[in-house]
């Protein structure tokens, strides 16, 4: 963090809520069917254990970079950088023009 005053606003709030999220999956992943239940699953996860696998067989082999795994996610996956806000705008979008028929409803009524 840049600052202090930073790092309590937002580095402390993001802290304690990746170690709820730790939690909550460490707790989700106990027992027998682990590898099924997979509740907390993301693709860069799945990319990372594999990669932990690959070094467990060979530690000499090199470790692809951050920059390397978010060309990878791009590709496999374009447009899951702007899925969330996009998926707001058209909602937003949806909403405004139901107002707008709503309001063009009601003038057009005696």
Known sequence: MKSQEISEKQGRPYALSSETSHNRQHYAAKGDDVEKL???ATPRMD?????????????????PSMDEDEKQELAADPLASIVGALSYYIQMAIQSLKSIDSILNKVGRP
């Open 47 to 63: 990319a990372y254990l594999e990669q932990a696998k690959l070094f467990d067989e060979d530690a000499n082999r090199p470790l």
């Open 38 to 40: 997979r509740m907390f």
